[in-house]
């Protein structure tokens, strides 16, 4: 019986493995094709994002940082995502730590401190704005207390921290995740802005609405994981 639950055990967690690697595959290319086209020359400052930032994009100091920005973070969300393998983490150690080594640099040194910087500059207004800077500031402290607790060797409060982090990681996706499917439900529903019926899901309401959801949805989600009790699968033993 133990043998059984043994090879059990085993196939469920390639099983595992094989669904991250398709995840970091998807997320990663998912990234990728929203930044590609920024990146080929003659590097257009036009469309997409930066045709609603024209105001701002001469200031080469906000170009440098986006550009930063964009390119370092399809880096983190494949770093990130790889930390959540069991497989990684007990059957290959060495590449955990040095894969979280570069998610954490990434983060605290690249493109937590360029995502700061565009935060100011945010699309939106004020509202929106104050939640892009809390965004990059949570973005970074959780990811420092993260790399913080694997230092004193506290693994399982570390692995929560990384859950919240890469809850903050992914705010991008949901934000763009967020403005595509309003905008295909309005288009296929025939709604036009402005509209005073429908001003939550127009601009410039709609921006401020989703950049704080963005970001304060995916920690509460990351909580709630926690509080059920996800570093279980992890660690028999873990005290959530």
């Not at 790399?147 to 949901?174: D, E, F, N, P, W």
Request: charged letters at 10%; glycine letters at 6%; aromatic letters at 18%.
């Amino acid at each position: 019986m133990a043998e059984k639950q043994t090879k059990l055990n085993k196939g469920t967690n390639i099983i595992l493995g094989g669904i991250f690697f398709i995840l970091i595959g998807l997320s990663t290319y998912a990234m990728a094709s929203m930044v590609f086209p920024y990146l080929v020359p003659p590097f257009p400052t036009d469309i997409d994002f930066l045709a609603s930032k024209q105001w701002i994009v001469d200031e080469w100091y906000w170009l440098a940082a986006f550009y930063i920005h964009i390119s370092s973070s399809v880096f983190v969300i494949a770093a990130g995502l790889t930390q959540f393998s069991k497989t990684l983490l007990f059957q290959y150690p060495k590449w955990h730590r040095n894969i979280g080594k570069s998610y954490v640099f990434l983060v605290l040194f690249v493109a937590g401190p360029s995502g700061l910087v565009m935060a100011f500059y945010g699309n939106g207004g004020i509202e929106a704005r104050i939640a892009f800077v809390l965004q990059a500031i949570f973005w970074w402290g959780l990811t420092y207390k993260a790399y913080q607790s694997i230092r004193k060797g506290a693994v399982q409060k570390h692995g929560k921290y990384m859950i919240r982090s890469y809850a903050m990681t992914l705010s991008a996706i949901s934000l763009r995740a967020a403005t595509y499917l309003v905008s295909d439900w309005k288009f296929r529903n025939g709604i036009t802005c402005p509209n005073s019926a429908y001003h939550l899901i127009c601009y410039p309401d709609f921006y401020v609405v989703v950049a704080w959801l963005s970001w304060v949805l995916n920690l509460i989600i990351a909580e709630a994981l926690i509080w059920m009790g996800i570093m279980k699968y992890y660690f028999a033993t873990a005290d959530n």
